[in-house]
Nanobody
Framework: QVQLVESGGALVQPGGSLRLSCAAS????????MGWYRQAPGKQRELVAS???????EYTDPVKGRLTISRDNAKNTVYLQMNSLKPEDTAVYYC???????????????????????WGQGTQVTVSS
């Protein structure tokens, strides 16, 4: 019922920039926290950045000052602006969101349903010369 679709991953040279996007679609009532995770080969998935529904952001130390998370609530979309990229940023980047689903009533009104945690399929970011 709910899908997260990432885009924007690519091969980029060290020092370059990328902008990742993640759009949520489906039976959505509202979206709470959204975040970006990454998983490098042979490593565990780790949280990169998160943003609350009111815009409060948090970052893991290695990306502070280089990566910026933002969201457009009207478009149900979260972004990750990635600047000054380093080879150690190479990973599959995953979008994650806490979403309250929409439950339609007999009057065709959307009411808030239960909250679920959803993942996108991932997008590859490779930083290499």
């Amino acid at each position: 019922q709910v899908q997260l679709v990432e885009s924007g991953g690519a091969l980029v040279q060290p020092g370059g920039s990328l902008r990742l996007s993640c759009a949520a679609s489906g039976s959505i009532f509202s979206i709470y926290d959204m975040g970006w995770y990454r998983q490098a080969p042979g490593k565990q998935r780790e949280l990169v950045a998160s943003i609350g529904c009111a815009g409060r952001t948090e970052y893991t130390d290695p990306v502070k000052g280089r990566l910026t998370i933002s969201r457009d609530n009207a478009k149900n979309t979260v972004y990750l602006q990635m600047n000054s990229l380093k080879p150690e940023d190479t990973a599959v980047y995953y979008c994650n969101a806490d979403i309250f689903i929409c439950i339609p009533t007999v009057e065709a009104v959307c009411v808030r349903g239960p909250k679920g945690n959803y993942w996108g399929q991932g997008t590859q970011v490779t930083v290499s010369s």
